[in-house]
């Protein structure tokens, strides 16, 4: 089994800035890529930022320039989140591609205006 957990939600302003982590853990093999989803009440889940196993990024339009996902190890992903908008409120998930597809258990981040 494999296991993603996310940490460093939480509540900040308009401006502000967060970082959320997610570690893999269990019987991995071989990760193919890992990443960010997002979803807000009342809205579809939504690819936020990825990274490949190559190191390749892919970010969503609302995010660029804004939002930065980086690694330490094959196992570890964070997300650096700048400039954060009330639009950014929403769960935001931790993603894995291990021969499927893994999530995390989600992480709340509110901006208020």
């Known amino acids: 089994q494999v296991q993603l957990v996310e940490s460093g939600g939480g509540l900040v302003q308009a401006g502000g800035s967060l970082r959320l982590s997610c570690a893999a853990s269990?019987?991995?093999?071989?990760?193919?890529?890992m990443g960010w989803y997002r979803q807000a009440p009342g809205k579809q889940r939504e690819l936020v930022a990825e990274i490949t196993r190559s190191g390749s990024t892919n970010y969503a339009d609302s995010v660029k320039g804004r939002f930065t996902i980086s690694r330490d190890t094959l196992k570890t992903v964070y997300l650096q989140m700048n400039s954060l908008k009330p639009e950014d409120t929403a769960v935001y998930y931790c993603n894995a591609v291990i021969g499927r597809e893994y999530w995390g258990q989600g992480t709340q981040v509110t901006v208020s205006s």
């Open positions: 269990g019987s991995i093999f071989r990760i193919n890529a």
